[in-house]
């Protein structure tokens, strides 16, 4: 089935000049790349996307983290897209992802892990809408 999802390539990448290099292999994995935003969230808007995680220990580094830098938003084509683009991104731990996988390639930790892909369909709708209302 032909599924849009959300991709962020986070502020530790962007930082690391790595964007350009993620969208490439991005479209290499035969994703098609609908919109492309570079912006900085604010806190408020971090914390409202992340609202699932809010109770975990880690919300208030996540968020920090979130909003520390200049991050590019992407809405991401393909059949199957949720499922692939979580694959092709690997396990959160860069540590536990597997070679080749994007957050091997440029992630650091748990936290500073390069990218985001939204974990399910439902999910994916909700990130889309959040970030491009008019799609
Ligand atoms: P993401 O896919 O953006 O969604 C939730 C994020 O929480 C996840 O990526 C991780 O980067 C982050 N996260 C998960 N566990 C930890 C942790 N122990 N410390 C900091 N951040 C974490």
Known sequence: MMERTLAIIKPDAMKAGSADEIMNLIEDKGFTILEEKETTLSRSQAESFYTEHKE????????????????????????????????????????????????????????????????????????????????
Not at 77 to 103: I, Q
């Open 56 to 135: 975990r220990t880690f919300f208030k580094d996540l968020v920090n983290f979130m909003i520390s830098g200049p991050v590019t938003l992407l809405v991401l084509e393909k059949d199957n897209a949720v499922k692939d683009w979580r694959d092709v991104m690997g396990a959160t731990d860069p540590l536990e992802a597997a070679e080749g996988t994007v957050r091997k390639l440029f992630g650091a930790s748990k936290g500073e892990n390069a990218t985001h892909g939204s974990d399910s369909l439902e999910s994916a709708k909700r990130e889309v809408a959040f970030f491009f209302p008019r799609l």
